[in-house]
Nanobody
Framework: QVQLVESGGGLVQAGDSLRLSCAAS????????MGWIRQAPGKEREFVAA????????YYADSVKGRFTISRDNAKNTVDLQMNSLKPEDTAVYYCAAGRAAGAVLAGTTKYDYWGQGTQVTVSS
């Protein structure tokens, strides 16, 4: 059974940095796509970033491009999201997600097969 466990959320000030980590287990994720999705209060879930497990190809939402970096460690089965220059509008619950489809298919969407429980990120102004 696939399990995704996020960690690293918290309360920071605008301009600060934060690193989220997702520990993935339960199967081999080669050819899968791993993503970070967020949901702000009163809003729908929003794609943030994705990475293909085998080749490490990355995709980003325009709103985070240049500020966030997604990476994976195949040996540790982890997917990280480095968030720099955080803004109050980045405040949301951040979910780690895994999908069987290719990165080009899942990029920009929230149509993943498995989800973590989420971690809260709050950015104060």
């Amino acid at each position: 059974q696939v399990q995704l466990v996020e960690s690293g959320g918290g309360l920071v000030q605008a301009g600060d940095s934060l690193r989220l980590s997702c520990a993935a287990s339960g199967r081999t994720f080669s050819s899968w796509t791993m993503g970070w999705i967020r949901q702000a209060p009163g809003k729908e879930r929003e794609f943030v970033a994705a990475i293909t497990w085998t080749r490490g190809i990355t995709y980003y939402a325009d709103s985070v491009k240049g500020r966030f970096t997604i990476s994976r460690d195949n040996a540790k089965n982890t997917v990280d999201l480095q968030m720099n220059s955080l803004k109050p509008e980045d405040t949301a619950v951040y979910y780690c997600a895994a999908g069987r489809a290719a990165g080009a298919v899942l990029a920009g969407t929230t149509k993943y097969d498995y989800w973590g429980q989420g971690t809260q990120v709050t950015v104060s102004s």
